[in-house]
């Protein structure tokens, strides 16, 4: 038995009902977080898993600013790469 505290407003079943349901919360997170997966995968691996990929060389950028004080202020980075496709070449 769970022993009561004059100092706390909830019955000790009560509280241990809480304890258990937010440590049963935890548990299943805990879980979910376990089917991500780093997987080791050669270039070419990794070239079937998407639908294209680049071998290239970043030759401009520019960023820019957008948005209002209601929306937010979003800054954005746009980059230029020139290189060719591994899928086609």
Do not use: W
Not at 9 to 21: D, V
């Amino acid at each position: 038995m769970i022993p009561f505290s004059p100092h706390t407003t909830q019955e000790p079943k009560m509280r241990f009902t809480k304890t258990l349901g937010l440590t049963a919360l935890a548990v299943a997170a805990a879980a979910s977080l376990g089917l991500a997966q780093i997987q080791r995968l050669t270039l070419d691996e990794m070239i079937d898993a998407t639908s294209d990929a680049v071998y290239g060389q970043i030759v401009e950028s520019n960023v820019f600013r957008s948005g209002d004080a209601e929306r937010g202020i979003f800054y954005y980075t746009q980059l230029t790469v020139q290189g060719r496709s591994m899928k086609t070449g």
